[in-house]
């Protein structure tokens, strides 16, 4: 007759060898499942390893890793030549006592804090939440493109390297890193640079890029140009770290230098922000002649430049120009760049690239935000990088996204010709779309999600000179770009008939 304990495992636990989870972790939950629900009590002796795996017809290793699983996590005893027994976790906390006066408030959390702090106006999230089925962004990749079984089986065996625990137990960094070595090649060889590792620090996006750069440069009421139209994640954070934000005029050869030289007095401003390739969010070239003009200025004057390179993995004809840091003789630039683009978001990386003095004080605040980084992370981009993958990715996906930039510029003349212009670009992710007459861009945006269509209010332009839309494309195929442009239509439609 068998014993209770194995009656009730006959009886709960099942598992399935053809999923993904291993077979122990399936009985252990199981197991925990019946101790939790009272059926296997505190003090139960369970079957031995043997009988165990008899019992559920499983190897008795596996039996093992199920009872070393269970001994884990505090759920059993295995006491050697005696066997294994049911735990149950005490509760290791107890309730602080409540006082006579708001008893009933003891036990809830409260919702606001009992002191000042500082709000900030301009950190307010931009996120808009949305029911609808279809949306447009301001240029994001699609994650659909991401190689998700090659991923797999990269980051897989990143994480068995053997070195990679000794990288982590590492108390310091005094030789390069094989991953900032890496980078440093493939920058090198790919946007015209002559740097070394202690002229780069990597990061965990773009952002936190510029957030440290800013930390570093800005005081309060500092000077910072940006285009008329920028890019408002990078106002936020210069806002944050205190700066005053002047605009200057964008025109067809992107910022307008001359405005600078003629508006602003010597050692006023701290610095400029302008992007690589692709004004954000005009999409505008800034040409080579203002280049060199903003170098010399910067250099006559003393600011420095932040030259945002967000979306270089994405040229579609013709080279991405050169930045302007790879042209810098007198350490005037710092260059704000993005790897891994074709990657889940997870996995991209942003880096910084500036003389090594100003490398080595972003590095100690790196050390305040992210002092552990991600090792496997690294490990993996290196290899992608030194086995040709990243590249082999980027331009595969090229091909896939400049395809659905004709088909967008297409359905645009079929659906909107007359109505709306555009310059096609070399590159990116995004159109800049205006309006040849004025409407309620947020009255678009309300008839649009009628149709099951978001227009987040972060790609609407609107003001007394501009009605404009940045129509990001990447994350949509030809089919939904079609579907997208006629929903968008429709919309447009009713607005001007209201």
């Known amino acids: 007759m068998n014993s209770p304990v194995i009656d009730i495992l006959k009886q709960l636990v099942t598992f399935d060898k053809a999923i993904a989870q291993p077979v122990y972790i399936q009985v252990a939950q199981q197991v925990i499942n019946a101790i939790q629900r009272g059926y296997l009590e505190k003090g139960s002796k369970l079957p ?12 008795r290793n596996t039996a093992v890793a199920i009872y070393e699983e269970l001994a884990s996590q505090g759920w059993v005893d295995i006491i050697a030549n005696k066997g294994t ?20 408030q003891a036990y809830t959390y409260p919702k606001v804090v009992g002191f000042p702090f500082q709000q900030s106006f301009h950190l307010a999230s931009t996120v808009q939440e949305t029911t609808a089925k279809y949306s447009i962004n301001d240029g994001k990749p699609d994650l659909r493109l991401h190689p998700v079984h090659q991923f797999s089986r990269w980051y897989s065996a990143a994480m068995k390297r053997k070195p990679l625990i000794n990288k982590w137990n590492k108390t310091s960094a005094l030789i390069p890193s094989v991953f900032s070595t890496q980078l440093c090649n493939y920058l090198n060889a790919t946007r015209g640079f002559h740097i070394k590792p202690n002229n780069l620090v990597n990061t965990r996006s773009t952002e936190m890029s510029l957030y440290i750069v800013s930390q570093l440069l800005i005081k309060q009421d500092d000077l910072v140009l940006v285009g008329q139209l920028s890019n408002y994640a990078a106002n936020m954070i210069f806002q944050q770290a ?6 200057i005029p964008v025109d067809s050869e992107g910022l307008n230098i001359e405005y600078i030289k003629k508006h602003f007095v010597k050692g006023s401003i701290r610095c400029v922000y302008v992007c690589a390739n692709r004004d954000y969010p005009t999409t505008v070239t800034l040409s080579a002649k203002r280049r060199l003009q903003l170098l010399q200025f910067a250099k006559t004057h003393g600011f420095a430049i932040i030259e945002d390179d967000y979306d270089y993995d994405f040229q579609f004809e013709g080279s991405a120009m050169l930045p302007m840091a790879s042209a810098d003789a007198n350490g005037m630039v710092i260059y704000l760049g993005k790897l891994g683009q074709s990657l889940f978001p997870s996995f991209h990386t942003g880096f910084v690239v500036a003389p090594e003095n100003l490398i080595s004080e972003a590095k100690n605040y790196l050390q305040l935000l992210d002092k552990q980084g991600d090792l496997i992370q690294e490990q993996m981009l290196s290899e992608l990088i030194s086995e040709g993958e990243i590249y082999r ?16 510029c297409h359905f645009l003349y079929y659906y909107f010709e007359g109505v709306i212009t555009w310059e096609i670009p070399l590159g ?9 007459e ?3 861009l947020v009255k678009l945006a309300e008839e649009a999600e009628k149709l099951d269509l978001f227009l ?5 332009y609107q003001d007394k000179n501009t009605c404009a839309i940045r129509f990001g494309f990447g994350h949509l195929n030809e089919e939904e770009l079609e579907i997208v442009i006629k929903k968008l239509k429709s919309a447009y439609n009713k607005v001007i008939d209201l």
């Not at 031995?48 to 190897?59: A, F, K, P, Y």
Request: avoid cysteine; charge should be positive; aromatic fraction near 6%.
């Open 242 to 247: 205190g700066a005053t934000i002047r605009t």
């Open 456 to 460: 987040p209010k972060t790609i609407l």
């Open 438 to 440: 004025t409407i309620s």
């Open 393 to 408: 990715l980027k331009k595969k996906n090229i091909v896939t996204y400049k395809q659905r930039r004709d088909s967008l």
């Open 48 to 59: 031995g390893t043997r009988v165990l795996s008899q019992l559920l017809n499983i190897h």
């Open 85 to 104: 027994f049911v735990l149950v976790p005490e509760e290791s906390t107890v309730k602080i006592k409540a006082t006579a006066q708001h008893i009933h």
């Open 428 to 436: 990116g992710l995004a159109i800049w779309l205006q309006f040849v």
